[in-house]
Each structure stands twice: as C-alpha cells, then as structure tokens.
C-alpha cells in the first residue's frame, strides 16, 4: 500500500507516524510517499524512517513526464482528471497548489508504481488527490483522510466531493467530521470509518504527586497560532496567580504568535510563569507530560 503524506515526518503530526507505524502492527505493508519534503528539525526527531520514499527536486518534471505519458496511454482518464480540477471551485491559491501537486505526485507514482495493492492519501489535499489520481489510472483501490483544514478551512478540498465518491474507504477522526462528511456525501457511509487519533499509552506513566506547599506544573503542546487558543491560557493563567494559586506553565510548540504572545502574558502580569520552550522532540514532549500535573488544551471552532 502506498502511504500519501503532505510531508513527513512533521514535528507536530506525530500522530501520523503513529498512524503509519499501527497500520503496519496490522500487517498491512506501508510505503510513504511524502509530497513536499520535510525541514531538518523535522527529520531530526522522525520515529519512523524505513520505508519512506523522500520526494526530489524533480518532483515536476518527473510528474509532467509522467502525466504525458499516461494521457497518450489513457488520454480520456487524463482528460477527466485536468477537467476535474479546471472545474473544482477552488477558492483560495493555496487550494490551487494542492490540487495540481497531487496530480504530478499522483501521476508519477501511479506510473512508478503501478504494482501497488492500493493508494491512501491521509489528508483530503494533495495527498488524497494524488491517491485518487492513482486510482484513476492505475484500477487500483484508493483511500482517503479528511480531518481538519482541508474539511472546514475555506470550505474544504475543493475535489473532495469527487474523492468521497470514488473512494473505497474514507478516514476520519471525529463524529464532527464524520458528519460533515455524510452531509457532503451520503453516499460515503457505507465506507467511512471513524478512527480517532490521540488515544495513546503515555511510556513511563507516573501517579500524581500531592500539589500542597508547591506549585501547580502545566503544560500546554501546540503551534503558536490563533485556532490553538493560547491566548485563553494566558487569561486563565493570571486567574490562577489573581487567586493566589502558584503555578508553572511551560508551553511546547513555536509558530507565528509566539512574540505577540510572549507582552500579552507580560501585559498580564504572568510574563514569568509561562516557558515559551518551542517545539521539541517527542521524547522530550514526553516527559514533560510526566512532569506536568495538568495537560491544557484550549482549540478554538473556526
């Protein structure tokens, strides 16, 4: 089976390679085929490396040698598929990228691998375009992930409504999403799954320590952005100190935010409770998960 990824590893999708590394628990033989390649920090704290086939700098050529070569082969598959995204509504340059990325991904590998069992793609962007791709020319079965951003952000993958359809199996992790996706596509029932992700053994679980006579340890794991909700934390963070409460915040994660947020928890008075860490590794991510009395997440619905 080949495994799409938009990159990989990510620092922050550990659960992907967690993802990759139960499929293969269950004997199912993954290869992953990241579309974009990862940074070094990334790479540096991959739990899974064998069996991923990192993406080059001739990802463009390659696929558009690809591609031609499968339209004088299958010139109306190929048709279908340029139709297919010429019409898609998509809304937003960063949709466009996707849509054409997983083509030339899709199209390459459907060629370079033709003798695949099977596609997966485990978002609904590039990497489930490039799965369905490859199920298109190929015959093969394909599958897809729809999740998060590419369900809900600027309406979702603008050719998700054609993967729903033709795919042989969907993926999500919620019942929020499972039902926007039924809603988009009744037909899907009968072949989405919901399988939820974060449900995980902590290595090393310890029993919780008595807090009386010392502070309370936080900690808080995500990317310094605006859905993370950080800015809760920091409100929440200078009740606690307002009630007297002393406490520790160390927050795992870097991002775009991370110096607005740094005055606004100094404009709060808690400027010297909050650990700005950036992002880590997740050997380390794990024990502060043990250090930790309280794990806080505050996402917010876009």
């Known amino acids: 089976m080949i495994y799409f990824a938009m990159r990989f590893p990510v620092l922050s999708q550990t659960f992907i390679q967690r993802e990759v590394a ?13 579309c974009l390649p990862s940074d070094a920090a990334s790479r540096r704290s991959a739990t899974i490396r064998d069996g991923v086939v990192e993406p080059d700098l001739s990802i463009w050529l390659g696929g558009m040698m690809a591609l031609v070569a499968w339209a004088l082969r299958k ?8 139709g297919a995204i010429l019409t898609a509504p998509h809304r937003t340059a960063e949709q466009v990228f996707h849509s054409w990325l997983g083509l030339v991904v899709g199209a390459r590998a459907a060629f370079d691998l033709r003798e695949a069992e099977g596609f997966h793609g485990c978002w609904a962007t590039a990497p489930a ?8 020319l190929t015959g093969k079965p394909f599958g897809c992930g729809a999740h998060a951003y590419d369900l809900f952000r600027h309406g979702g993958d603008p050719l998700l409504p054609v993967k729903l359809r033709e795919a042989a199996w969907v993926h999500t992790t919620t019942e929020a999403a499972r039902t926007e996706l039924l809603a988009r596509e009744p037909g ?5 799954v919901l399988a939820r992700r974060g449900l995980v053994r902590f290595p090393d679980w310890r029993e919780p320590e008595p807090i009386a006579g010392r502070e309370l340890r936080v900690v808080a794991i995500g990317r310094l952005v605006e859905k993370k909700g950080f800015s809760h934390q920091i409100a929440a963070c200078a009740e606690l100190v307002r009630r007297g409460v002393k406490v520790r915040w160390r927050v795992i ?23 700005w860490e950036g992002a880590r590794p997740e050997s380390e991510v794990w024990a502060l998960h043990r250090w930790a009395d309280v794990l806080v997440h505050t996402g917010e619905v876009g």
């Open 22 to 34: 139960g499929l293969r628990a269950h004997g199912i033989g993954l290869e992953v085929h990241p």
């Open 75 to 82: 010139p109306s598959v190929v048709g279908g598929l340029i």
């Open 129 to 136: 375009t490039a799965a369905w791709v490859c199920g298109r």
């Open 188 to 192: 899907c029932e009968g072949r989405l």
């Open 253 to 275: 994660g870097d991002g775009p935010l991370r110096g607005a947020l740094e005055r606004e928890a100094a404009v709060a008075g808690v400027g010297e409770v909050f650990a």
